[in-house]
């Protein structure tokens, strides 16, 4: 199969997911300030909403550029991630968000993936953003959004999130966004 055609349906498929996904988290961040949340690191937001899209229009210029054929174990690999993702999402129910919401009085999540990653949602990510490129050949794009994400998350997002989990320690709230 050739990489082409690939890459317009993995736009059309990862612009339906964030959006929907987008519309799940503004729906849980409606309740989390309802239920008096507090936001931590607000002022890196926007980098990952320029870094998401970004990541998925140069998959696709780059995959449509590209001659290739879909490299299947990197397609798999994004695949796999998907109901990683969800399983994810569902573990954390209201409290999964794009944002770093503590609502007071909740406690840290502490099952589903959480038993096995501090932050498996970031994980995930980390896949998706290597995996569908590769998958259609757009091998720059991967190593590009790959190298930033990393230092997006390890730099500002995760110790900005950590700060953000000392609260439950200190029994002052709960929530997290992934």
Not at 48 to 73: C, D, I, S
Not at 75 to 80: E, G, I, P, Y
């Amino acid at each position: 199969m050739k990489a082409r055609p690939l890459a317009g349906w993995l736009l059309a498929f990862l612009t339906a997911q964030r959006l929907l996904e987008l519309r799940v988290a503004r729906r849980n961040e409606r309740w989390a300030r309802e239920q008096g949340a507090t936001e931590y690191g607000q002022e890196h937001y926007p980098l990952f909403f320029v870094l998401h899209p970004a990541w998925m229009v140069f998959t696709f210029l780059e995959g449509r550029a590209g001659g290739g054929r879909v490299n299947v174990p990197a397609l798999l690999l994004f695949l796999l991630a998907q109901p990683l993702r969800y399983w994810v999402i569902r573990t954390l129910g209201r409290y999964w968000n794009t944002r770093i919401l503590i609502v007071p009085g909740g406690q840290r999540v502490t099952g589903g993936p959480f038993r096995y990653l501090r932050h498996p949602n970031y994980a995930v990510v980390a896949l998706e953003l290597a995996a569908a490129p590769l998958a259609v050949g757009a091998w720059r794009t991967a190593l590009a959004f790959t190298l930033l994400n990393a230092a997006l998350l390890l730099g500002i997002r995760i110790p900005a999130e950590e700060r953000a989990l000392a609260h439950y320690r200190a029994g002052q709230g709960a929530g997290q966004a992934e």
